[in-house]
C-alpha cells in the first residue's frame, strides 16, 4: 500500500521543503511571499465521508511572473493526505478584494478517507482574499479535486475553507 509505505516520506519532505522555500526567501528581502494557513469541510458536496480539514500553503508572490508558483499539504482527519504544487493568479478587484483562481498536481494517500481511485490528483481552486492591515489576509475558497480519469473511476472531491495568510517574513 502507498500510504504507509511512503506517505509520512512524502510528508515530511514536503514540509522541508515549504520551511526551506521560507527561509531563503525571507533572507532576500522585501519579499511579499505568504505562508496560508486554511480550515475546511472536505467533501462537503458529496457528503460521501466528510470531514475536517486542514492545509498549510507557501505562497511565491515575490517572483515578477504573472502565474506564482506554491506549494501545500492538506490533511483530513481521516488521516487523507494531499501534497501538491501548483500556480496560482492574483486578480485585484478592489485594494482590497483579490481573485486568486489556482491549479496544483499532487499525490493523494486515502488513508481512511474517501477512494479518489488513484495517487496523482489535480486540484483547481478560486478564493477570494481580503487584505488586511499589517498585509495580512484572510478569505475563503472553493477547490476540486479529481484524478482527470487516470484512475478506474473519478469520484473527485470538493472542500470548502476558510484562509489566513502571514507575510513572509512576519
Request: net charge positive.
Given at each position: ?6 506517505g ?7 514540509i522541508f521543503i515549504i520551511?526551506?522555500?521560507c527561509?531563503?526567501?525571507s533572507?532576500?528581502?522585501g ?5 496560508s ?7 462537503f458536496?458529496?457528503n ?10 507557501y ?5 515578477k ?27 485585484p478587484?478592489?485594494?482590497?478584494l483579490?481573485?486568486?483562481p489556482?491549479f ?6 486515502k488513508?481512511n ?16 482574499i481580503f487584505?488586511l492591515?499589517n ?9 476540486h479535486?479529481s484524478n482527470?480519469?487516470l484512475?478506474?473511476?473519478?469520484p473527485?472531491?470538493e472542500s470548502?475553507?476558510i484562509t489566513?495568510?502571514l507575510?513572509?517574513?512576519?
Amino acid at each position: 500500500m502507498i500510504r504507509s509505505k511512503y506517505g509520512n516520506e512524502f510528508s515530511r519532505l514536503w514540509i522541508f521543503i515549504i520551511f526551506f522555500f521560507c527561509s531563503s526567501n525571507s533572507l532576500a528581502g522585501g519579499s511579499k511571499d505568504y505562508i496560508s494557513f486554511s480550515t475546511a469541510l472536505f467533501d462537503f458536496l458529496q457528503n460521501d465521508v466528510t470531514s475536517l480539514e486542514a492545509r498549510i500553503e507557501y505562497r511565491v508572490n515575490s517572483v515578477k511572473w504573472q502565474l506564482k508558483p506554491f506549494a501545500g499539504l492538506m490533511a483530513n482527519t481521516d488521516g487523507g493526505e494531499y501534497i501538491y504544487s501548483g500556480v496560482f493568479y492574483e486578480i485585484p478587484i478592489t485594494k482590497f478584494l483579490n481573485l486568486v483562481p489556482s491549479f496544483a498536481p499532487g499525490l493523494y494517500f486515502k488513508n481512511n478517507s474517501k477512494d479518489l481511485h488513484f495517487v496523482i490528483e489535480f486540484r483547481t481552486q478560486l478564493e477570494a482574499i481580503f487584505v488586511l492591515p499589517n498585509k495580512l489576509r484572510a478569505g475563503v475558497s472553493f477547490n476540486h479535486i479529481s484524478n482527470a480519469s487516470l484512475g478506474k473511476s473519478n469520484p473527485g472531491v470538493e472542500s470548502i475553507a476558510i484562509t489566513f495568510q502571514l507575510p513572509v517574513p512576519w
